[in-house]
């Protein structure tokens, strides 16, 4: 199973972006997609999660209203749009899968990209 995540860089506060996580080797459609975020000097926190194929998304309290969970089940890919990005969204984002959006539910991790909101 391997995830592997795209669309970070630097962006500026007010900002958006789009994280996407291509997933192979996993049975994509029925499972559960991940977005996790760990900020430097701080543990990794969950930020969002969609359970395909129903598609039924979660967010954590600090990106409501501000963050955006896909998935396109064609493409086995994940996506996660956020918006009006703050210095508090810096940080290396992970997706990952698993049976259900317990992260002790989730079996496989990307490598993370990072993510710089700067002013």
């Known amino acids: 199973v391997q995830l592997v995540e795209s669309g970070g860089g630097c962006v500026q506060t007010g900002g958006s972006l789009r994280l996407s996580c291509e997933v192979s080797?996993?049975?994509?459609?029925?499972?559960?997609i991940g977005w996790f975020r760990q900020a430097p000097g701080k543990d990794r926190d969950g930020v969002s999660c969609?359970?395909?194929?129903?598609?039924?998304?979660g967010y954590s309290h600090v990106v409501k209203g501000r963050a955006t969970i896909t998935s396109d089940m064609a493409k086995n890919t994940a996506y996660i749009e956020m918006n009006d990005l703050n210095a508090e969204d810096t940080a290396v984002y992970y997706c990952?899968?698993?049976?259900?959006?317990?992260?002790?539910?989730?079996?496989?991790w990307g490598k993370g990209i990072l993510v710089t909101v700067s002013s």
């Open positions: 990952s899968i698993g049976t259900t959006c317990n992260t002790d539910a989730m079996q496989y």
């Open positions: 969609i359970t395909n194929p129903v598609g039924i998304p």
């Open positions: 080797g996993a049975t994509f459609g029925d499972s559960a």
